[in-house]
DNA sequence: GTCTTTAATAAAGCCGGTTGCATAATAAGT
DNA sequence: ACTTATTATGCAACCGGCTTTATTAAAGAC
């Protein structure tokens, strides 16, 4: 008795996301007739969709703008401002927080540093911190991601973390949650890192990517047909959990040990410059790294892998060494492509965001299976560099 | 325009599949009243759909064989004769085949040894001989399975394979196509075993696995999501493909080498009968392989691992030994469990009939979207051990 | 003020589903 | 052998969603 019923309302819900996703595609208003011909629906039927929708305050009717002779046609336009998504990037020095509108387009940014240990009420500071930059009203707030260094578990809460030991066990999502009111997200911020390079950045078009962040440690994310691999007790790709399995020998406590200049960055930037001491610390280095990631990628054989580590000017030398140094680990000449990051350090937060997007769909935007607007999402990168 | 019909004509389908699966899942013939009542379908629908089914030749319908008083009902019969689906495992030693109906009872079976180099067309002898073990009639025949060891292209060819080098770069798939009139899907031998494992055997339940073959050489299949993790290659799961990465260092040629006594069966029976010096060259064994193991499981952190090696009654010790191997490797507690193998070697030719079942479900069924029968193709396991 | 052009609306029909009711077919009872 | 109780069938009516077609409304152009 369901099923009909059932089968009828999906087909008006898939009609609903079509048109919306035309409106919002173009991003000023579009008339029924235009709607109509991008859809493959009816003009009835178009009309009958976009009135449901304006009911819902997703869409509303604007000005006919008429140019030539003839009945002016209405017009309608995607509600972009009705709701806001907020996503935040809580790290070990700082908290990077991010709101965007409901096509993904960033209105507010804020970056706090830190020095003392973090506590979950600088999630909720950061959010308001970067709704005041642009005045807006959070009332509209209707989801938050939320990304954080360590293991995530399912619930919201935080196994284990090196990086902010005195978060571990506290349940986040929810206290998050119970505070503003809204659904939050919550993942490891190199997941999401690796979730919006594949969606949006050096990982577009591939739906398998694995991720890679070369910094003080090394850190492994792996996206298979578009979702996150999270695992059974969410640690997959948590290759420093093998014991004794250290990535490098040149690392003392976390921190990489280097000889022929101060920082990694000094080592990249003298090997750009053609320093050939340098040049071969960076082979060294990748070369001890090499078995581990050859292995990753027996086992996943991606499309692609991206990989963020070091200035991104002189991020070549660092992906063509490390390709060289996987190569030789392997058998067959088949092999991934290694990219460097689109997105940068900014690609956490974009994750969160976006996360929070994905998860959230449906209390979004009130209709079912509306996609995420991830390219949006990550294109308005520019806006940060300022 | 095309919208409106997809859509109905989408529900018409599911619920097609619905009826069907109904009067497959209890495979006596059933009245129209009780598939009405379990698919929630109005009893006009059902009739209707019914009759669509008739006149595909899936359905056939039976005599009312009544009971009580009033007037008999209608029954109807899942038509599981009107169409074959065969496997066949295409192993360095033999060939293996089988013959399933539509719902996926072994009607067939047939077991090949072979001294020579293998053919292509030991294939379609295999299936031949399997057909005619029950008199089948091989016109009904509706697609093929084929497992080979080695790399297998998506496009049917073998493009590396170190048990079958006489088969290495022939068209396979296309020519057992072109010569049976048939689909004919093909894959690995381990990536279908694993599947087989997954679906209806000591994976069941779990939609990711591991599976690991220890034999002569170790061989890793993932099953992800329910589906086997191909890779962009078609290289997941190659760990061998990795230089100088031998499993064990008392491996020579491919050959493993056992000191306590003749053959790797022979140590698991004598250390499941208590003999100290065989158990100590297990667990010697298994401390070689868990690094790697470990690796993978951090990767793709599964439910499950389901492990086939040595004679079925032993497998215990092996499990107990690796499976304290591996936690040796591990920082954290978290560990999915190992089991062992419920299918054993018929687990290849099961997975190469169900990918196939899988692959060409709309040619085998004539409906979209009609699930593999893995359940009793696995179930049927006892008929072979005969 | 009328004409032309374009869009919105209304009406009718299709397809798939459901509910409700009269009817047919049988076993059991007399 | 006839009636009755019982059960499933088959038909009719209706709903929800979409489409097509025809009619009406609203603007600029002459």
Redesign the pocket.
């Given at each position: 008795?369901d099923?009909?019923r059932g089968?009828?309302?999906a087909?008006?819900s898939a009609?609903q996301v079509a048109c919306l996703r035309a409106l919002a595609d173009a991003d000023d208003a579009q008339?029924?007739?235009v709607i109509s011909a991008e859809t493959?629906?009816?003009?009835?039927?178009v009309?009958?969709?976009l009135d449901d929708l304006v009911e819902a305050g997703l869409v509303v009717p604007t000005d006919p703008s008429?140019v030539?002779?003839?009945?002016?046609?209405?017009a309608f336009r995607f509600a972009r401002e009705a709701g806001l998504v907020a996503g935040v990037d809580l790290g070990p020095r700082g908290v990077r927080a991010i709101i965007c509108d409901l096509s993904g387009r960033r209105l507010g940014y804020t970056e706090l540093k830190r020095d003392r240990p973090a506590e979950i009420s600088s999630i909720q500071s950061a959010i308001h911190a970067a709704a005041d930059e642009s005045a807006l009203d959070l009332g509209r707030l209707r989801a938050v991601g939320l990304a954080l260094p360590g293991v995530v578990e399912a619930n919201g809460h935080l196994r284990a973390s090196l990086a902010l030991p005195e978060l571990v066990g506290l349940p986040i999502a929810e206290t998050v949650s119970q505070h503003l009111g809204r659904p939050v997200a919550i993942d490891n911020d190199i997941k999401l890192a690796a979730l919006a390079e594949q969606r949006g950045g050096a990982g577009r078009g591939y739906s398998d990517v694995v991720y890679l962040q070369i910094g003080h440690r090394l850190s492994v994310s792996i996206v298979l047909n578009g979702v996150i691999r999270q695992g059974r007790h969410r640690l997959a790709g948590e290759l420093g959990a093998q014991r004794g399995m250290r990535w490098t020998r040149n690392a003392d406590r976390g921190q990489l040990i280097w000889t022929s200049h101060p920082t990694g960055e000094a080592v990249l930037s003298a090997a750009a410059a053609g320093d050939a001491d340098a040049q071969a610390e960076i082979d060294d280095f990748c070369a001890q790294i090499a078995g581990r990631i050859a292995t990753v990628l027996l086992v996943v054989d991606p499309e692609i892998v991206v990989v963020r580590g070091g200035p991104a000017q002189d991020s070549a030398v660092l992906l063509r060494s490390l390709e060289a140094a996987v190569e030789r680990e392997l058998l067959f000449p088949e092999r991934p492509p290694f990219v460097a990051s689109a997105l940068g350090r900014e690609a956490v937060v974009l994750g969160a965001v976006g996360t929070a997007f994905d998860q959230f769909s449906t209390r979004i935007y009130g209709v079912h299976d509306y996609p995420s607007p991830w390219r949006r999402i990550t294109h308005d990168l520019e806006r940060t560099s300022k």
């Open positions: 008795m099923t009909a089968a009828a309302q087909e008006r009609n008339t029924v007739g493959g629906l009816s003009r009835p039927t009309h009958a969709v008429i030539g002779p003839g009945r002016p046609a209405r």
